[in-house]
């Protein structure tokens, strides 16, 4: 039975094969005709080819398709062909399943704007066997290529830079987006690079400027701009693709027009400016002034100086002229020192004027320098010189210390003689002349002139004493005495003349002289001895003993004559008889008395004849020559000598003038012989007579002879006379002082002092002075542009008692220099110029003048660009253009050019004049006006109202928006329709057209108006327009059933689709249309056209529209149907909707944080900041409420507390000793009181002391400060935000400046203004020094935008440290003396405390035995415990054990200040790294604070619930310390097992002592805060009752503590560590005590080690179950870097068995007790 059941079961199981196989097979057999169409390949079923753009046609996109099936032969089995071949790309070849592209005719690219990027198209096959279709897609990517060439976006490119914009800064951004260059290729290929070209007509242009990031095309200042040197760059850019081949890139350029506009870098210059050899630097210029002394300022004032003082700002085209800046001048220092008590410089004009009068007894002179800057504190001033010349007065004239000189000279003495002082000709005549304005040991330096015989004698021209000298020889007997007078000169007075004497002194130079040759002389022989033959009389011009006259007889006398040697009388020598017909011939010599080697003598012969006696001799004259002085004031008729001869026959004698007097002037008796004055005699005509008189008997040889010498003395009888050959027409030049104008020459005939002749001016004293020799200066600089011409009155006077005087006139013509620059007629010209004017038309002529004579003024353009549009005519000045201009072409609206220009003389040396001249140019109209419409049509109701709108006319000028000839307005044509035009009109502006009148016309009417659009250009263009307005019947137009609605007020918060209100009308057989005409310009309502429901359409915004007014109109359909309305008094309503508002929008702070600032020693409830927040809802929507969220900083307070309703946070705490530490906390704002809506905003409070705070004085009052400080504050806060970004600048105080010694005084004038400036980045102050050079530096910039609010004058004078850290300062400094006896102190105690730390080290090494011998000894292990809630007030140390102390002693010990580093503090806390610390700082804190440990980052967290699920520590009446552990798990335990921590002495720690049993009666709980739970860690307690927890690697499994290799370990590493574990506890106690179930829930732990401890990898297989030990999990901690926290996240339980790890806390040797 089971055999047959076997083998029926076989062969069902074979047939069932064979069905299946069968089947199979059919399937197989069918399945295979399926297969044609397929893809003869894997892979993704599209086919993805790439091309390259522009590729040549026929190019073979896919080589074959791998199609399976057969499309050629007599059998194909598939069929294909193309689908979706759009533009017929692609050819295919179903044969070769290949696929071309096709671009006959056209080009394949990929670029705009054609943009082929791909090509899709399906190739589909078509089954043939069992007609199946499938279609194959094929994506042909197009491929770019780098075929374009980058294009800029416009055609030149343009910006203006400040000469003063500082290096780096970048200038240009304008080929950014898409205003730079785009290329349309694709990928790299069109990325554009930006370069800078190299320029070789501006080669200058490419190292000025740089493009850095050449992505983005911006262009960096690299070099410093000046407007003086270059004002205009052009800088060709380059752009190019960045095509992977570099030889394929494209490139394209453009030029970058960069303006340099001038900026205020070049201080003022004095003018006129002559600048030195290639340079723009000005010659020294010395401007010159003279006043005299002793004069009322009233009389001078102002000075006139020559040139007169200017100075202009070099930076002359500073743009707006407003920013210009003004000069200023000053006397900047001057000699002598007081010069201020004089002289007073106008602060703006430069006007010079004197305070009082100068003495020139005291100053003589000033030299002064003139500072002129400009009025914005520029630092670049100019200077120039001011020379004063204080002119003496008459009362300080020069004089000489005698009244008259005499000199002596002898007649032989060569040129160069000096005059003597005496006779022996032995010391020089010493001339001494002073002046009292010169200190009489000084040379006054006097110029001295003679006013006669200046030929021959000089005086020397320096010195106090002067010398007469001999300029050419003297002849005492031409003329013996010299006289003339002296003048003194000092330049500007004259002294008293003084009277010169020159004695010339004889010499023997002339010998003795005979009148004649010979003599013949007859004698009688009656003639007895004595008698007189002849006197001989020889002359001698010599004097003394040189003249006088030794006679002698030599030879011929024979013993018969002797001669008288004085008077030369031959007589006859006594005894001797005269016999007749003798003659004799006597030599007779006349000799000199000069010493006999200088005699001199001549000799003459005298012939006597004795003849017979007779009675017939001829009368005889006492003496042969007279000689006398008459005056030639002697009256007529006087005698004046008596020439009676002797006649020795006493024959009658008749006396006769035989010669000498022509004229008859003399008078002689004929008788008596008395000559007298016959005439008036004139010296000046006539100064000597030699009279020849004969005595005659009436024989015819009876006569004698006698010569009369008679000299004319003089009298003042003639006054001076001019010279009228010396010219009178002269000529000086102007700006020169003591100028040489001309001479005068006025000779009197008298003689002596009576023809002596001084000069004097008569007028123009001040201008002009005279010498004493007739020469003419100016005394000061004449200005020709003042006066030009001068009428000079010069006169003459003698030197008589009673002197006589005369004038003459001299024209004096002011000659002209260059001393003025041409001046523009105009400073500024400005000139409309209408568009499209063609080329060389004149628009404008300027005009220049300057004073100055035969000045050629010529013009130029001076501003480059404008050279491109105009034309100046350099000699007309008329301005023309070079080219049309086209007010289109000016992207400003204002289409104007402004441009310099300058008018200079062309043969002058002044600067040139500069004018503005601004041409605006004026849009010409170029198109009218068109309609959008030749005909409109309108339809108005018979009785419309007035201003009732029917339809509107539009019109459209294409001239440029915004000119007046693109402005179109309307009007109507009153002529073609003239009563259309009366009730009918149309808006100016609008093109509405408007009932003009009410109407009351006729219905069916149809009006016709004529509608003209005319614009406002020039000239005026319009077009014109028909509007037909129909009248309807009053049967078609609706009437609403009210004017107007007033619904009730719809929230702002509708939604859309609220039903407002609804509106009714009604008509005669009229389907009715609604609609709204107005009021709803922002689409905010819609009508519902066929039921007038008004509703909501957008959203209501109450903030932004409060109410809305609409006019809804009700129309019939069949007016609505022909596109038009008509209102009416009965079709139209009002509609009011008001808009209700909902608290819809929060509060919005003014700042997203606010940065604040309380200084250290703030009392409580200070204000600290101010914070606003607004709301755009209103009413009680709007009213805020205020409340801060901060968290606890100590017990339990907040610090700042905020007031609820102004926003004012002030101090709730004090800040002593907390500087540089910060508050960050968060400031609410809640609208409708607190009931609303809600924002938040963070608030920075740093603590600052005067450490941080700068003292600003400014010289205005407190007052004005704390009025402005907003504004100032602002400022401060803008200059220090450009170096720190979001800098908050607080003020401390304002108050009146303090100075003085230890800042004790105060001055209300002025104020101190105490700040300093927050940094948000490290919410600390920034340093005191740092905020000094943020704001020092920019101190210019700073005043001048300080200027509108501190007043004219205001400023910030200086920037100083706050008055207690400058007293702290000099404080140290005098403690310093201190410091080196300080320092060898300190040498002394370190020396002396080096055997103490060897004893600690060793001592040290010794516990360390100790407590490792203990550790092997005792161990135990406590019990799991399972997790709870976390606490959250305590310092988390995120990179080591975790420390918490119970006892404010305890933490002392534990944390030693020494032990602390600053630097390493995390700045979470607001501590700063860089401030001291001190003990007592940190051990003030109470409980529940966690002091930082040494290298840890912490954060604060909340106080509550700490330790209370490990165990609290318990102080007993006997004074230790217990652990007890508590929980529901240890409960048992603890009640039996305590741990008691004993102080160690020796470490100032504690170590763990015996077990005791529990006694609750004997025991106080310590306020032990409890500790955080869900660390995955173990818990240790310390010596000092801190609890200790260390982290670790989460473990994946837990370990069995009754394992004994794992006890091994322990000891092992317990060994290493030399750590003790004191408690006794059974291994027993501790198994039961631990279970699976009790697992500590994990959290992310963290390790951080002081130091690297060396750790085993064992492997145990306890129970068979595989498991790390624990010495390898200690490997991967030890493994890390102790310098990062090591963090890992983890869900499972921790192992009982974790080892102890002291962390950084193992350095300090602090036995710990693992719990």
């Known amino acids: 039975m089971l055999q047959q059941f076997c083998l029926w079961k076989w062969l069902a199981v074979g047939i069932a094969v064979a069905t299946i196989l069968a089947s199979s097979l059919a399937q197989n057999d069918e399945d295979w005709q399926y297969e044609d169409c397929k893809l003869a390949r894997t892979g993704p079923p599209a086919t993805i080819v790439p091309i390259d753009e522009e590729s040549r046609n026929g190019t073979i996109l896919v080589d074959n398709m791998l199609i399976k099936g057969t499309a050629a032969g007599p059998d194909p089995t598939i069929e294909l062909s193309l689908k979706d071949n759009v533009d017929y790309w692609v050819i295919l070849d179903p044969i070769s399943q290949r696929l071309y592209l096709n671009s006959t005719g056209r080009v394949l690219d990929r670029d705009p704007p054609m943009s082929i990027q791909s090509i899709v198209v399906q190739v589909q096959c078509v089954n043939k066997k069992v007609g199946t279709i499938i279609n194959h897609e094929v994506r042909i990517v197009v491929r770019d290529r780098n075929d374009n060439s980058p294009q800029f976006q416009q055609q030149r490119y343009y910006v203006a830079v400040n000469e003063l914009t500082p290096v780096g800064t970048t200038i240009f951004t304008g080929f950014s987006g898409n205003n730079g260059a785009t290329d349309i290729d694709d990928g790299p290929n069109g990325q554009i690079e930006y370069v800078i070209q190299y320029n070789p007509n501006d080669k200058t242009s490419n190292r000025t400027f740089d493009i850095p990031l050449t992505l983005s095309g911006a262009v960096v200042l690299r070099e410093r701009l000046n407007y003086e040197e270059k004002t205009r760059y052009f800088v060709i850019v380059q752009a190019n693709d960045r095509a992977q081949n570099l030889h394929e890139r494209r490139t394209s350029t453009t030029t970058l027009t960069v303006d340099v506009l001038d900026g205020d870098d070049l201080g003022p210059m004095f003018l006129p400016c002559v600048l030195v050899n290639n340079t723009r630097d000005c010659r020294p210029l010395t401007y010159q002034a003279s006043l005299p002394e002793l004069t009322d300022p009233v009389h001078v004032n102002p000075i006139s100086v020559t040139p007169p003082i200017q100075a202009i700002d070099q930076d002359r085209n500073i743009q707006p002229p407003s920013d210009r800046p003004g000069i200023l001048y000053s006397i900047l220092v001057g000699t002598p020192e007081d010069y201020p008590q004089y002289f007073h410089m106008n602060l703006t004009t430069a006007e010079l004027t004197l305070l009082k009068p100068i003495n020139r007894d005291l100053h003589q002179k000033f030299d002064l320098v003139i500072k002129a800057e400009q009025d914005n504190g520029h630092p670049l001033p100019a200077f120039a010189n001011l020379h004063i010349e204080v002119l003496d007065e008459n009362n300080q004239k020069p004089y000489f210390t005698k009244s008259t000189y005499e000199g002596f000279i002898l007649e032989s003495s060569p040129v160069g003689t000096t005059i003597s002082d005496s006779r022996n000709l032995t010391s020089p005549l010493q001339i001494t002349v002073l002046d009292n304005d010169v200190e009489e040991t000084k040379d006054p330096q006097l110029h001295l002139f003679l006013n006669d015989y200046n030929t021959f004698f000089t005086v020397t021209q320096s010195g106090i004493t002067r010398y007469l000298t001999l300029l050419q020889p003297v002849d005492r007997e031409a003329q013996q005495l010299y006289t003339f007078s002296m003048i003194a000169s000092d330049g500007v007075q004259e002294s008293t003349p003084v009277t010169v004497n020159i004695v010339v002194i004889d010499a023997n130079d002339n010998s003795p002289t005979f009148s004649n040759i010979s003599y013949n002389v007859k004698i009688y022989t009656d003639m007895g001895p004595g008698e007189g033959v002849i006197k001989l009389t020889a002359v001698d011009a010599d004097e003394g003993p040189n003249g006088q006259i030794v006679y002698e007889i030599l030879a011929g006398d024979q013993g018969d004559f002797i001669i008288n040697d004085r008077t030369g009388l031959i007589a006859i020598a006594p005894g001797v008889v005269l016999s007749v017909g003798r003659s004799y011939a006597l030599t007779v010599k006349a000799s000199d008395s000069a010493p006999p080697a200088q005699r001199r003598s001549s000799i003459t012969t005298v012939y006597i004849e004795v003849l017979p006696p007779n009675n017939q001799s001829p009368p005889r004259f006492p003496q042969l020559m007279y000689s006398l002085e008459v005056s030639e004031a002697m009256r007529t008729g006087a005698i004046l000598l008596n020439l009676q001869a002797f006649d020795r026959e006493g024959d009658p004698i008749r006396y006769l003038i035989e010669n000498g007097d022509p004229q008859q002037v003399f008078n002689l008796s004929q008788s008596s012989g008395l000559l007298a004055l016959g005439k008036p005699l004139d010296r000046e005509s006539t100064d000597r007579y030699i009279l020849i008189v004969t005595a005659s008997d009436g024989r015819p040889d009876g006569t004698s002879t006698a010569t009369v010498n008679i000299v004319v003395t003089d009298v003042n009888d003639n006054g001076p006379v001019f010279d009228m050959f010396l010219p009178k027409n002269l000529s000086v030049q102007e700006e020169e002082a003591n100028a040489f104008v001309g001479q005068v020459r006025a000779t009197d005939p008298d003689a002596g002092v009576n023809g002596q002749v001084h000069y004097s001016l008569a007028n123009f004293k001040n201008l002009f002075r005279i010498t004493s020799n007739g020469s003419i200066y100016t005394a000061v600089k004449l200005n020709r542009e003042v006066r030009d011409y001068y009428e000079l009155i010069v006169e003459a006077t003698d030197g008589a008692v009673d002197p006589r005087r005369s004038t003459l006139t001299l024209a004096i013509k002011v000659l002209d220099i260059d001393d003025n620059s041409p001046v523009f007629t105009n400073a500024s010209y400005s000139v409309l110029v209408p568009e499209n004017l063609p080329p060389g038309t004149v628009f404008l002529q300027i005009e220049a003048k300057d004073v100055d004579l035969g000045s050629n003024v010529t013009y130029r353009i001076r501003t480059q660009e404008a050279l491109e549009y105009f034309a100046l005519n350099k000699y007309t000045g008329e301005l023309s253009l070079l080219k049309s201009l086209d007010y289109e072409s000016f992207s400003d609206t204002d289409a104007t050019f402004t441009f310099l220009v300058e008018a200079f003389d062309s043969k002058g040396t002044m600067p040139p004049g500069l004018a503005t001249v601004t041409v605006r140019v004026k849009d010409m109209n170029d198109y009218s006006p068109v309609f959008s419409k030749t005909l409109y049509r309108g339809m108005v109701a018979p009785d419309a109202v007035k201003g009732t709108v029917i339809t509107t006319v539009s019109a459209e000028d294409q001239d440029p928006p915004g000119t007046p000839a693109s402005r179109v307005r309307y009007k109507v044509d009153v002529v073609q329709f003239p009563y259309s035009a009366s009730i009918f009109d149309v808006e100016e502006n609008s093109g509405r057209v408007v009932t003009r009148v009410n109407l009351n016309e006729e219905p069916s009417t149809v009006f016709k108006l004529v509608v003209i659009a005319y614009d406002d250009g020039d000239p005026v263009k319009f077009n014109t327009t028909t509007v037909e307005i129909a009248v309807l019947q009053p049967s078609v137009i609706p009437r609403f059933t009210q004017d107007e609605y007033r619904p009730p007020p719809v929230s702002e918060s509708a939604p859309k689709g609220t039903v407002v209100t609804v509106v009714m009308a009604a008509a005669l057989n009229q389907t009715i249309v609604y609609s709204i005409v107005s009021g709803n310009e922002e689409?905010?309502?819609?009508?519902?056209?066929?039921?007038?429901?008004?509703?909501?359409?957008?959203?209501?915004?109450?903030?932004?529209?409060?109410?809305?007014?609409?006019?809804?109109?009700?129309?019939?359909?069949?007016?609505?149907?022909?596109?038009?309305?008509?209102?009416?008094?009965?079709?139209?309503?009002?509609?009011?909707?008001?808009?209700?508002?909902?608290?819809?929008?929060?509060?919005?702070?003014?700042?997203?944080?606010?940065?604040?600032?309380?200084?250290?020693?703030?009392?409580?409830?200070?204000?600290?900041?101010?914070?606003?927040?607004?709301?755009?809802?209103?009413?009680?929507?709007?009213?805020?409420?205020?409340?801060?969220?901060?968290?606890?900083?100590?017990?339990?307070?907040?610090?700042?507390?905020?007031?609820?309703?102004?926003?004012?946070?002030?101090?709730?705490?004090?800040?002593?000793?907390?500087?540089?530490?910060?508050?960050?906390?968060?400031?609410?704002?809640?609208?409708?009181?607190?009931?609303?809506?809600?924002?938040?905003?963070?608030?920075?409070?740093?603590?600052?002391?005067?450490?941080?705070?700068?003292?600003?004085?400014?010289?205005?009052?407190?007052?004005?400060?704390?009025?402005?400080?907003?504004?100032?504050?602002?400022?401060?806060?803008?200059?220090?935000?450009?170096?720190?970004?979001?800098?908050?600048?607080?003020?401390?105080?304002?108050?009146?400046?303090?100075?003085?010694?230890?800042?004790?005084?105060?001055?209300?004038?002025?104020?101190?203004?105490?700040?300093?400036?927050?940094?948000?980045?490290?919410?600390?102050?920034?340093?005191?020094?740092?905020?000094?050079?943020?704001?020092?530096?920019?101190?210019?910039?700073?005043?001048?935008?300080?200027?509108?609010?501190?007043?004219?004058?205001?400023?910030?004078?200086?920037?100083?440290?706050?008055?207690?850290?400058?007293?702290?300062?000099?404080?140290?400094?005098?403690?310093?003396?201190?410091?080196?006896?300080?320092?060898?102190?300190?040498?002394?105690?370190?020396?002396?405390?080096?055997?103490?730390?060897?004893?600690?080290?060793?001592?040290?090494?010794?516990?360390?035995?100790?407590?490792?011998?203990?550790?092997?000894?005792?161990?135990?292990?406590?019990?799991?415990?399972?997790?709870?809630?976390?606490?959250?007030?305590?310092?988390?140390?995120?990179?080591?054990?975790?420390?918490?102390?119970?006892?404010?002693?305890?933490?002392?010990?534990?944390?030693?200040?020494?032990?602390?580093?600053?630097?390493?503090?995390?700045?979470?806390?607001?501590?700063?790294?860089?401030?001291?610390?001190?003990?007592?700082?940190?051990?003030?804190?109470?409980?529940?604070?966690?002091?930082?440990?040494?290298?840890?980052?912490?954060?604060?967290?909340?106080?509550?619930?700490?330790?209370?699920?490990?165990?609290?520590?318990?102080?007993?009446?006997?004074?230790?310390?217990?652990?007890?552990?508590?929980?529901?798990?240890?409960?048992?335990?603890?009640?039996?097992?305590?741990?008691?921590?004993?102080?160690?002495?020796?470490?100032?720690?504690?170590?763990?002592?015996?077990?005791?049993?529990?006694?609750?009666?004997?025991?106080?709980?310590?306020?032990?805060?409890?500790?955080?739970?869900?660390?995955?860690?173990?818990?240790?307690?310390?010596?000092?009752?801190?609890?200790?927890?260390?982290?670790?690697?989460?473990?994946?499994?837990?370990?069995?503590?009754?394992?004994?290799?794992?006890?091994?370990?322990?000891?092992?590493?317990?060994?290493?560590?030399?750590?003790?574990?004191?408690?006794?506890?059974?291994?027993?106690?501790?198994?039961?005590?631990?279970?699976?179930?009790?697992?500590?829930?994990?959290?992310?732990?963290?390790?951080?080690?002081?130091?690297?401890?060396?750790?085993?990898?064992?492997?145990?297989?306890?129970?068979?179950?595989?498991?790390?030990?624990?010495?390898?999990?200690?490997?991967?901690?030890?493994?890390?870097?102790?310098?990062?926290?090591?963090?890992s996240h983890s869900e499972h339980t921790q192992s009982d068995e974790e080892e102890l790890w002291m962390g950084p806390w193992n350095n300090l040797h602090i036995p710990m007790t693992k719990l």
């Open 1083 to 1687: 689409d905010v309502f819609a009508i519902n056209n066929r039921t007038g429901v008004i509703s909501v359409k957008k959203p209501l915004d109450y903030e932004r529209v409060t109410s809305y007014e609409l006019r809804v109109q009700a129309d019939s359909l069949q007016v609505v149907r022909s596109n038009l309305r008509v209102p009416s008094k009965s079709n139209t309503a009002k509609v009011f909707i008001e808009v209700k508002d909902e608290n819809d929008h929060a509060p919005v702070f003014t700042k997203k944080m606010y940065i604040g600032g309380v200084s250290e020693d703030a009392k409580m409830f200070s204000s600290v900041l101010k914070v606003k927040a607004d709301d755009k809802d209103t009413g009680n929507y709007s009213a805020m409420q205020y409340r801060l969220i901060i968290p606890p900083i100590k017990d339990g307070k907040e610090g700042f507390v905020i007031e609820a309703y102004t926003g004012l946070i002030k101090t709730a705490m004090l800040f002593k000793n907390m500087r540089r530490s910060y508050f960050k906390f968060q400031v609410i704002a809640t609208d409708d009181y607190g009931k609303g809506l809600s924002s938040k905003a963070d608030v920075l409070v740093s603590v600052v002391n005067q450490l941080d705070m700068q003292v600003i004085v400014s010289n205005v009052p407190p007052t004005l400060v704390e009025q402005n400080k907003d504004q100032l504050i602002g400022i401060l806060e803008r200059y220090v935000q450009d170096q720190i970004p979001g800098a908050t600048v607080v003020v401390e105080s304002i108050g009146a400046r303090r100075f003085g010694d230890g800042y004790s005084e105060e001055d209300y004038t002025k104020s101190d203004l105490m700040v300093y400036a927050i940094d948000p980045q490290t919410n600390r102050a920034i340093m005191r020094n740092e905020l000094f050079k943020f704001l020092d530096g920019k101190l210019l910039d700073i005043n001048k935008e300080f200027q509108p609010y501190l007043g004219q004058g205001g400023r910030i004078l200086e920037i100083r440290t706050p008055d207690v850290v400058a007293n702290v300062k000099k404080q140290a400094q005098a403690v310093g003396y201190t410091e080196g006896a300080l320092l060898a102190l300190a040498v002394i105690i370190i020396l002396c405390c080096m055997p103490a730390i060897l004893i600690v080290m060793v001592s040290y090494r010794q516990r360390q035995a100790e407590c490792a011998k203990t550790a092997r000894i005792q161990m135990a292990l406590p019990a799991g415990k399972p997790a709870s809630t976390a606490a959250n007030n305590l310092y988390e140390e995120l990179g080591d054990s975790t420390m918490r102390g119970y006892a404010q002693q305890e933490q002392q010990q534990l944390l030693r200040p020494s032990l602390l580093r600053p630097e390493e503090l995390s700045m979470e806390s607001g501590i700063d790294p860089g401030q001291e610390y001190y003990g007592q700082d940190y051990y003030s804190y109470e409980h529940g604070y966690e002091l930082p440990q040494y290298g840890s980052r912490r954060r604060l967290l909340s106080p509550s619930g700490m330790y209370d699920e490990y165990g609290e520590v318990m102080v007993e009446n006997d004074g230790g310390y217990y652990y007890s552990p508590h929980g529901s798990t240890a409960e048992e335990w603890a009640r039996k097992k305590r741990i008691k921590l004993i102080v160690d002495p020796e470490y100032e720690t504690s170590s763990t002592g015996e077990d005791s049993a529990p006694d609750s009666s004997q025991r106080s709980r310590l306020n032990n805060p409890n500790i955080q739970n869900n660390v995955n860690g173990n818990i240790y307690i310390a010596q000092n009752g801190s609890v200790v927890r260390t982290r670790r690697v989460c473990l994946a499994n837990n370990l069995k503590v009754t394992s004994p290799v794992t006890l091994g370990k322990q000891f092992k590493k317990l060994d290493k560590l030399a750590v003790t574990h004191e408690e006794n506890v059974p291994l027993n106690t501790l198994s039961k005590g631990s279970s699976s179930s009790d697992k500590v829930n994990t959290r992310p732990c963290s390790v951080s080690f002081a130091s690297s401890i060396g750790a085993e990898n064992i492997v145990t297989k306890p129970g068979g179950s595989k498991m790390k030990s624990t010495e390898e999990q200690e490997s991967v901690v030890d493994n890390e870097d102790t310098k990062e926290p090591l963090e």
